[in-house]
């Protein structure tokens, strides 16, 4: 697995991506981050440099972390199937957890008849077989939905479409497996065990992970707190990148 440490100042913040990227989709944030924060990334198995394991499931996704990252503890933020894994790791590996970040994140993706918060079974499924069948359409359709009606729109799909479209085929079979985790997980009756400062980040116009599930995470998580970024969709981190900066500056900064 693929760990980088990208220098910085301050203790060790382990970024964790969503699904269909890598770690260059925190571009736009490091900088800034490392500020404050001595910055790691991650390429989850299957996705940039980081080749699929077998089998692949959120249990071992967070075993490969915890073994290559060389650190003992660290902050961990997470975003969408990245929050997840930050999640998992809090929940199964709390030694290695200090403080913990959720953005754009749910503990069930997918709805169920008790959990009105994810997205449409149906919807998801026709994503997952289009997936199979054309991974860069697919690619292209999941951009779409994650920046419609934000703020530069077209620069942030530019670089969407630049950086992540572009893919190796040892990838294909990760990101299909990846896609499985998301159908899968379903954390709720396990998150009232994180017991780790928690700043859960939420878009008011997200459509992939409602900003009602980030308000039944705050509920749950006993030693969180939730800002809510008016405006935004699922990339919180792209469209608002100094709103974002500043509450992870803050929370990680407080000694609480």
Known sequence: MKIKSLGGRGEPLL??????????IWTS????????VTVYVVDLPGMGGSKSISPYTLDNIAKEIKANMRLKRCNILGWSLGGQVAMYLAI???????????????PC???KMDWPYG??????SNFEMEAK???????MKFFLIQTMSINDSKKVMSFL???????????????????NVLKKTDLRNEVKKIDKLTLIITGDKDRLTNIKASVWLNAKIKESSLKEVKG???????????TVTASVKEFLQNDQ
Do not use: Y
């Open 133 to 139: 069948k054309n991974l860069n359409n697919t690619l």
């Open 119 to 124: 997205v449409k079974k149906q919807f998801f």
């Open 15 to 24: 970024m964790i991506h969503g699904w269909g990227v890598n770690s260059e």
């Open 161 to 179: 479409r630049k950086t992540f479209i572009e893919f190796r085929d040892i990838n294909k079979s990760g990101m299909e497996s990846a896609l």
């Open 232 to 242: 935004a969709n699922h990339m919180p981190f792209i469209s608002h990148r100094e």
């Open 29 to 36: 944030l490091v900088d800034e981050l490392k500020l404050f």
């Open 109 to 111: 993706f997918v709805e």
């Open 92 to 106: 199964k590996m709390p030694e290695f957890v200090k403080k913990l970040i959720l953005m754009s994140t749910t």
